[in-house]
């Protein structure tokens, strides 16, 4: 019942979550002068990224008296009226002229994108699960990582899906249950430490549009890499003390850290998983960026990498199924600040969500494929994938 009720609340705060950004998010095309607060809506004429547009005013709209520009006078008039970029005029196209725009060829650049994404987070985690001493064939660890993509479309955070998977991989493993359901923790932990260094050195390359970011990017990645030196190095969590922290901590937590020096022990194989961790979010980066100049916008791969990782961080927030929603906000107010808009933001995100969403319904396709009997294998040994 009470896990009933706190679904129920997530879904709402969802639902609220939403409503908000949508009310934030232009859905028409308008323009202003620069400086005024107010906008007139109405429609734009021709390539809304160009240095000149055509402009209608919406029927029955009015412009503020105090607007006394020419194109503000022809439009007052009933008329079209040509607008030049820099010239005492500014436009942003709506939601649905954004939407429009978007080419065809972009969805392609994004499944491209997702399969390389997948194909990373696979190989980290099946290495990971040797690591750790639960390890299982390369194809059971697809098989796995679909059915946590399929399960987060109602999991609620981005990174749902992940219970799902530690759920699955135990049972995979019934002899070596808490080191399969710690390579879970452990990959997804590996997967955040460089998320948040790659979101502070985009936010550091981008410093004159993010620099409000730095501090508490590189503020969170340095927090949690002391937090993972000091579970994987003995001597240091004595200095630091946490050996008392963690006597009070979760039984399951000692299996985190077990795993945690297993994989200290072997420096090359957590130089992989940070390099596997690191691609990883480069195709997410590169999927942004395809939708990106598919509907236009000239952000630069860098910014669409910012925008990305900031976004997947803050969608990890379990509060609705696949991140919908938090991830809304946050891809509006990153290309907001890099000076492309909020629609362009909430398209390039509503975009990739509908394709991410497409890939996990297929991924369900992994329900039947496969069998517990055939993912195990001996301890000793290996496979390539």
């Given at each position: 019942?009470?896990?009933?009720?706190?679904?129920?609340?997530?879904?709402?705060?969802?639902?609220?979550?939403?409503?908000?950004?949508?009310?934030?998010?232009?859905?028409?095309?308008?323009?202003?002068?620069?400086?005024?607060?107010?906008?007139?809506?109405?429609?734009?004429?021709?390539?809304?990224?160009?240095?000149?547009?055509?402009?209608?005013?919406?029927?029955?709209?009015?412009?503020?008296?105090?607007?006394?520009?020419?194109?503000?006078?022809?439009?007052?008039?009933?008329?079209?009226?040509?607008?030049?970029?820099?010239?005492?005029?500014?436009?942003?196209?709506?939601?649905?002229?954004?939407?429009?725009?978007?080419?065809?060829?972009?969805?392609?650049?994004?499944?491209?994108?997702?399969?390389?994404?997948?194909?990373?987070?696979?190989t980290r985690w099946w290495r990971l699960l040797r690591v750790c001493g639960a390890p299982t064939s390369y194809g059971t660890v697809l098989?796995?990582?679909?059915?946590?993509?399929?399960?987060?479309?109602?999991?609620?955070?981005?990174?749902?899906?992940?219970?799902?998977?530690?759920?699955?991989?135990?049972?995979?493993?019934?002899?070596?249950?808490?080191?399969?359901?710690?390579?879970?923790g452990l990959d997804r932990l590996i997967g955040l430490w460089t998320l948040l260094w790659v979101a502070a050195w985009t936010a550091w390359?981008?410093?004159?549009?993010?620099?409000?970011?730095?501090?508490?990017?590189?503020?969170?990645?340095?927090?949690?890499?002391?937090?993972?030196?000091?579970?994987?190095?003995?001597?240091?969590?004595?200095?630091?003390?946490?050996?008392?922290?963690?006597?009070?901590?979760?039984?399951?937590?000692?299996?985190?850290?077990?795993?945690?020096?297993?994989?200290?022990?072997?420096?090359?194989?957590?130089?992989?998983?940070?390099?596997?961790?690191?691609?990883?979010?480069?195709?997410?980066?590169?999927?942004?960026?395809?939708?990106?100049?598919?509907?236009?916008?000239?952000?630069?791969?860098?910014?669409?990498?910012?925008?990305?990782?900031?976004?997947?961080?803050?969608?990890?927030?379990?509060?609705?199924?696949?991140?919908?929603?938090?991830?809304?906000?946050?891809?509006?107010?990153?290309?907001?600040?890099?000076g492309a808009g909020e629609a362009v933001g909430f398209a390039v995100s509503v975009s990739y969500r509908l394709c991410q969403t497409g890939?996990?319904?297929?991924?369900?396709?992994?329900?039947?494929?496969?069998?517990?009997?055939?993912?195990?294998?001996?301890?000793?040994?290996?496979?390539?994938?």
């Amino acid at each position: 019942m009470k896990r009933a009720r706190l679904g129920a609340w997530r879904f709402a705060l969802a639902a609220l979550v939403i409503a908000f950004v949508a009310t934030r998010v232009p859905w028409k095309d308008r323009v202003r002068p620069p400086g005024s607060e107010t906008w007139a809506q109405g429609q734009l004429e021709g390539a809304w990224r160009a240095d000149q547009v055509s402009f209608t005013l919406e029927g029955g709209a009015s412009l503020p008296e105090e607007w006394t520009t020419p194109w503000a006078e022809t439009l007052r008039q009933g008329a079209g009226a040509t607008l030049t970029r820099g010239e005492g005029v500014e436009w942003e196209p709506g939601l649905w002229t954004v939407l429009g725009s978007l080419r065809a060829g972009a969805i392609l650049g994004v499944l491209v994108a997702v399969l390389g994404g997948l194909i990373c987070g696979v190989t980290r985690w099946w290495r990971l699960l040797r690591v750790c001493g639960a390890p299982t064939s390369y194809g059971t660890v697809l098989r796995l990582t679909l059915l946590g993509m399929f399960f987060n479309l109602v999991v609620p955070g981005l990174t749902g899906g992940d219970v799902v998977k530690a759920g699955l991989v135990a049972k995979e493993h019934p002899q070596r249950k808490s080191a399969a359901v710690m390579a879970v923790g452990l990959d997804r932990l590996i997967g955040l430490w460089t998320l948040l260094w790659v979101a502070a050195w985009t936010a550091w390359v981008l410093r004159e549009d993010l620099g409000g970011l730095l501090v508490p990017l590189f503020s969170a990645a340095l927090i949690c890499t002391v937090c993972m030196v000091a579970l994987g190095w003995p001597r240091l969590r004595d200095r630091l003390g946490a050996q008392r922290i963690l006597a009070w901590a979760p039984q399951r937590m000692a299996g985190i850290v077990d795993c945690m020096r297993q994989v200290a022990e072997k420096p090359f194989e957590v130089l992989l998983a940070v390099l596997w961790s690191a691609a990883n979010h480069a195709c997410i980066g590169f999927a942004i960026f395809a939708l990106a100049r598919g509907i236009g916008d000239d952000t630069g791969f860098v910014g669409c990498l910012a925008a990305s990782v900031v976004a997947s961080a803050v969608s990890a927030i379990p509060i609705a199924p696949g991140g919908w929603g938090v991830g809304e906000a946050a891809y509006a107010a990153m290309f907001t600040m890099m000076g492309a808009g909020e629609a362009v933001g909430f398209a390039v995100s509503v975009s990739y969500r509908l394709c991410q969403t497409g890939v996990s319904l297929l991924s369900g396709v992994a329900l039947w494929r496969g069998s517990s009997k055939e993912a195990l294998e001996p301890p000793g040994a290996t496979r390539t994938p």
